[in-house]
């Protein structure tokens, strides 16, 4: 709700914000024609909508507001398994083998429903497979 705030500050927008329960209800509130549009992290969005009654029904919309980029979580003091994830993910991105896992789990038809989450890659994304690195993106 912050980040909606803070945008339509910024974007001096007239818009009146509601808050829900979870991201279940905020699909409700949406269909039910009691709000426009709903705000959330695009890959929540994109399951939400693969796994609702009509997907063509809905798509997801507008520029990203803010960027949250996933990461691992290992022990400090592991270097030499921090080596080998490292190294795993550096040879998944450099020899395509990422964009292949990518494509079957985001872009495919998946289990239970069959139905493909249809979520691009993020031109952020893209850049991280180009030049992979253990620093925190900015």
Do not use: C
């Not at 001096?12 to 009691?34: C, I, N, T, Y």
Request: hydrophobic share 40%.
């Amino acid at each position: 709700m912050l980040v909606m705030r803070k945008y339509s500050q910024d974007k001096q927008l007239d818009v009146e914000l509601l808050g829900s329960k979870d991201h279940a209800e905020s699909l409700l509130v949406v269909d039910a024609g009691r709000a426009a549009a709903f705000a959330m992290d695009d890959i929540l969005l994109y399951g939400l909508i693969a796994n609702s009654r009509n997907p063509a029904d809905w798509k997801v919309v507008g520029e990203a507001l803010q960027v949250e980029p996933y990461a691992m979580m290992l022990r400090k003091d592991d270097a030499g398994f921090k080596a080998e994830i490292d190294g795993t993910i550096r040879r998944l991105m450099t020899s395509g083998e990422f964009e292949t896992i990518y494509r079957k789990w985001f872009l495919a038809p998946i289990p239970p429903r069959g139905i493909p989450l249809n979520v691009p890659m993020s031109e952020e994304l893209r850049r991280n497979v180009r030049s992979p690195s253990d620093q925190p993106a900015t």
